[in-house]
Antibody
Framework: EVQLVESGGGLVQPGGSLRLSCAASGYTFSGDWMHWVRQAPGKGLVWVARITGSGAGTSYADFVKGRFTISRDNPRDTLFLQLNNLGAEDTAIYFCGRGQFYAMTVWGQGTTVTVSS | QSALTQPASVSGSPGQSITISCTGTSSDVAGYNYVSWYQQHPGKVPKLVIYEVTNRPSGISSRFSGSKSDNTASLTISGLQAEDEADYYC??????????FGGGTKLTVL
């Protein structure tokens, strides 16, 4: 069974940093792109970033503005999202998703990031 | 990267059909056959129901279908059931090699 499990969320002060992880299992992790998508409380889905299977190619939403970095460790079947210079507007559930057919075919359960003083 | 435009809400009675629209631009919806649709029940994880405009993943009911005309994609749910009540989001690949979601549509089954 394909499974994605996020971790690393929590409460952080404005201007702080967090590193989110997404552990994949049940498929060949290195073969597929991966995405991060976020959802603020009571709001809609917002795409954040994508990384290719090899990790050589990345793309980001404009609002990231160089603050976030997506990466992956294929031998460990793990995806990461480094979040820096966080603001209140970054408070959200962050989901990782398996990228196939230019869509997100499998989603993790999400990890919650709360930015507050 | 403006969000795709979806109606805030749609509704229908059991057994009826409903259609949710998703309007973009020549840089996303119109430019690529990479529109996908997601169903999200309250407090749950999004679930892919349509990819590449018209394709259903394994396990998704044939009551769900997708289409596209120019810069507007559509999701149609036929034979509406109570379990279909959820939020639905469209998404498209873009010319900037990014992805964009719609604002979401709340489907109410009357």
């Amino acid at each position: 069974e394909v499974q994605l499990v996020e971790s690393g969320g929590g409460l952080v002060q404005p201007g702080g940093s967090l590193r989110l992880s997404c552990a994949a299992s049940g498929y060949t992790f290195s073969g597929d792109w991966m995405h991060w998508v976020r959802q603020a409380p009571g709001k809609g889905l917002v795409w954040v970033a994508r990384i290719t299977g090899s990790g050589a190619g990345t793309s980001y939403a404009d609002f990231v503005k160089g603050r976030f970095t997506i990466s992956r460790d294929n031998p460990r079947d793990t995806l990461f999202l480094q979040l820096n210079n966080l603001g209140a507007e970054d408070t959200a559930i962050y989901f990782c998703g398996r990228g196939q057919f230019y869509a997100m075919t499998v989603w993790g359960q999400g990890t919650t990031v709360t930015v507050s003083s | 990267q403006s969000a795709l435009t979806q109606p805030a809400s749609v509704s229908g009675s059991p057994g009826q059909s409903i259609t949710i629209s998703c309007t973009g631009t020549s840089s996303d919806v119109a430019g690529y056959n990479y529109v996908s649709w997601y169903q999200q029940h309250p407090g749950k994880v999004p679930k892919l129901v349509i990819y590449e405009v018209t394709n259903r993943p394994s396990g998704i009911s044939s009551r769900f279908s997708g289409s596209k005309s120019d810069n507007t994609a559509s999701l149609t749910i036929s034979g509406l059931q109570a379990e279909d009540e959820a939020d639905y989001y469209c998404s498209s690949y873009t010319a900037a090699t990014t992805w964009v979601f719609g604002g979401g549509t709340k489907l109410t089954v009357l």
